[in-house]
């Protein structure tokens, strides 16, 4: 019975614990291993360092072309060239200036004239294109005359980027047509640009901006832009303090048209009105009365009305009359003559030729080229390089004249002669040479009191030099000599601009600013970038295979 007690086995075996030393050396045996696997990865990391091979090698290895590397800084060489296009985009958008002008002659940028009315303008001043936006960038104002209209746009915008004062904005007067009938007088039409301050308002008429002509021989249409002189001078007007009025007498069958030198009055910040002199007054604040070449001569009655204008005190500002004749004999305008000798300043009965060949124009020794006077500064900051004096009457002046002051303002060279309006022979040969004075300036003073104002006299013995062609264009001195003058004369200091018409060429300025921003948005800141990413994609895959 023991025996059978003895020989049972337990059901589940019995685990013997283990000692306390067993299990220290089992703890200290984990943890050496695990040391030494620390160190061992510590060595591998530190050999594979040792083993890298340089930047350069790595770069062109396979496997850092064909990895995610490559593939990363080519997506990223894409997004940065999408990001420079289309913050450049928006730049170019709101400022101009960073569009290359590749235009002849710079038509979209601004002139050193230009520039200097705009930086002028301390006044808010608006400038109201008439007509969308949108029309003017895509060239549909005047586009049935091959004008390219987006210029306008263009200069304005340029002008606004230069001086905050300045704001351009655009009127449909479709949607508005009550805004035209503001202006009625100058009659708005699409393509005109009101320039608006808080003096006054100015109209530039589209054809102030663009000037369009027939070739005569072709009959092609030439198209001249004008535009940033024409809006400087618009921006000038509107922002003078004071606009000087010149009275054009139209009596006595002038023979000078005045058109051309009334744009170039306007565009310097003066106001032209016409009057008869034998029938009218003189129009109230005349600063300057011009009598462009006279045929006939004047009465008692006129002589009286010119003496008393510039006699007068009741308005104590500067004053003068600017007569040019074309060659008229003294004895046909006694009267006129007579007035003028009282002044100093005594016409004759002669032409002056030139007989160097390099101071004259057209190979016509009558258009001679004139120094300008130094005993009177027009304008410190000015030069008259090319005076063109075309069919000059020659004058003296006396100095005897008590009260008045009399200098030359324009004389031929010494190498040129003087002939009679009559004589036949008019080679230099056998003639005597010398200087001779074409345009003179009388000046006296005019006091009331303790104030005290300037009145003078010009004579200028060349019509044709404020002809159309001669005192437009910047070949010539003429239309600066003229502007100044007549401030010097009025006392007035405003800045304007002498309007150049340029020729146009058609393939200056043919693309349109929404075909630019197509241009510049659609290829180059889509199309191209994506052509780069197709391109970059093919590699990809052919240096795959390698």
Same mark, same amino acid.
């Given at each position: 019975?023991? %025996? ?5 086995? /337990? ?10 030393? +067993? ?49 990363? @800084? ?26 290359? %002008? ?17 930086? $002028? ?8 294109? @008439? ?21 306008? $746009? ?15 904005? *655009? ?11 503001? *202006? ?6 699409? $393509? ?9 308002? *100015? ?8 000037? +369009? ?30 606009? /000087? ?28 009105? %016409? ?12 600063? &300057? ?13 006129? =002589? ?5 204008? &510039? ?25 006129? #003559? ?5 002044? !100093?300043?005594? &016409? ?54 008590? !009260? ?25 040969? !056998? ?10 300036? #009388? ?6 009191? #303790? ?82 990413? @197709? =391109? ?11």
């Amino acid at each position: 019975m023991e %025996d059978n007690k003895m020989n049972k086995r /337990p059901d589940k075996p019995t685990e013997l614990g283990k000692s306390e030393y +067993v299990k220290d050396k089992e703890k200290q045996a984990a943890e050496q291993a695990e040391l030494e696997r620390q160190q061992a990865r510590k060595t591998a990391k530190k050999e594979q360092k040792n083993d890298k091979k340089p930047l350069k090698e790595r770069i062109h290895s396979q496997k850092f072309r064909h990895g995610a590397a490559a593939r990363t @800084i080519t997506v990223l060489g894409l997004v940065l060239l999408v990001l420079v296009n289309v913050v450049f985009s928006m730049l170019s958008s709101k400022f101009p200036s960073m569009n290359a %002008d590749l235009t002849t002659g710079g038509m979209n940028s601004l002139s050193d004239s230009v520039k200097k009315v705009v930086d $002028g303008v301390n006044k808010d001043t608006n400038l109201i294109i @008439i007509g969308t936006e949108e029309q003017v960038r895509n060239n549909q104002i005047l586009s049935s005359y091959n004008i390219k209209y987006s210029q306008v $746009g263009v200069i304005a915008g340029k002008m606004a980027e230069r001086n905050h004062k300045i704001t351009v904005s *655009y009127k449909d007067l479709d949607k508005d047509p009550t805004f035209a009938s503001k *202006y009625s007088k100058d009659d708005l039409v699409s $393509g005109d640009v009101v320039v608006k301050t808080s003096a006054r308002d *100015y109209v530039v008429k589209y054809t102030d901006l663009f000037n +369009v002509q027939q070739d005569s021989q072709s009959g092609a249409q030439q198209v001249y832009t004008q535009v940033g002189d024409a809006l400087a001078s618009g921006i000038s007007n509107a922002n003078s303090e004071n606009r /000087p009025i010149v009275a054009f007498d139209t009596g006595h069958e002038s023979q000078l048209p005045s058109e051309p030198i009334k744009k170039l009055y306007s565009s310097n910040n003066f106001e032209s009105k %016409d009057f008869n002199l034998m029938t009218d007054k003189v129009p109230d604040n005349t600063q &300057l009365i011009f009598i462009g070449a006279p045929k006939t001569d004047y009465t008692d009655a006129e =002589i009286k009305k010119l003496d008393e204008y &510039l006699s007068s005190t009741k308005n104590m500002k500067d004053r003068g009359l600017l007569v040019s004749t074309q060659i008229i004999d003294p004895a046909q305008i006694p009267k006129l #003559s007579a007035f003028l000798k009282e002044w !100093g300043i005594t &016409l004759e009965n002669k032409v002056a030729l030139e007989s160097d060949a390099s101071k004259y124009a057209m190979q016509q020794p009558a258009y001679l080229f004139a120094q300008a006077g130094t005993d009177v500064t027009l304008n410190k900051n000015s030069s008259y390089q090319t005076l063109l004096t075309p069919v000059a009457q020659t004058m003296t002046l006396s100095t005897s004249v008590s !009260g008045v002051t009399v200098n030359a303002l324009i004389k031929t060279n010494n190498s040129a002669y003087t002939v009679s309006p009559k004589d036949n022979n008019t080679a230099a040969d !056998g003639k005597a040479k010398a200087a001779s004075v074409i345009a003179a300036l #009388s000046r006296k003073a005019v006091t009331s009191g #303790s104030n005290q104002a300037n009145a003078s006299v010009v004579v200028c013995g060349s019509s044709m030099f404020f002809a159309d062609g001669i005192i437009n264009t910047n070949s010539y001195s003429n239309g600066s000599w003229s502007a100044d003058l007549a401030r010097y004369i009025t006392g007035n200091n405003s800045t304007g601009v002498t309007i150049t018409p340029v020729q146009t060429n058609t393939m200056d300025i043919s693309l349109s600013s929404a075909s630019g921003i197509m241009l510049g948005l659609g290829v180059f800141t889509i199309i191209l970038p994506l052509v780069c990413f @197709i =391109i970059g994609i093919v590699v990809y895959r052919q240096r795959r295979k390698l």
